[in-house]
């Protein structure tokens, strides 16, 4: 599976920003999906992931804020996030695989990231 995340840029405080993370190789409701980010100075944490069937799971921190969801039917999976706050700022990864879980290891395949910069 190859994927390519988009729609990170700059924003302000409480500002929103929409992700997409397109997919193609596989079959892409076969896969969970998640996306995680890496803060300056820190580890890769998790955000949100969606299972084929709709479930999903978000971190504490960004509950209330973002939304995942997917469109099968266009391989494409979407975070979109409101009221963004500066410690959301890091490069958003959008990634692959089998298991609904927060950690990284399970995800067999990775987005190149990108760039999301809220400013105070």
């Known amino acids: 599976v190859q994927l390519q995340a988009s729609g990170g840029g700059l924003v302000q405080t409480g500002g929103s920003l929409r992700l997409s993370c397109a997919a193609s190789?596989?079959?892409?409701?076969?896969?969970?999906m998640g996306w995680f980010r890496r803060a300056p100075g820190k580890e890769r944490e998790f955000v949100s992931a969606?299972?084929?069937?709709?479930?999903?799971n978000y971190a504490d921190s960004v509950k209330g804020r973002f939304t995942i969801s997917r469109d099968n039917a266009k391989n494409t999976v979407y975070l979109q996030m409101n009221s963004l706050k500066p410690e959301d700022t890091a490069v958003y990864y959008c990634?692959?695989?089998?298991?609904?879980?927060?950690?990284?290891?399970?995800?067999?395949?990775w987005g190149q990231g990108t760039q999301v910069t809220v400013s105070s």
């Open positions: 969606i299972t084929s069937g709709g479930s999903t």
């Open positions: 190789g596989r079959t892409f409701s076969n896969y969970v």
């Open positions: 990634a692959a695989g089998v298991v609904l879980t927060t950690t990284t290891a399970p995800y067999n395949y």
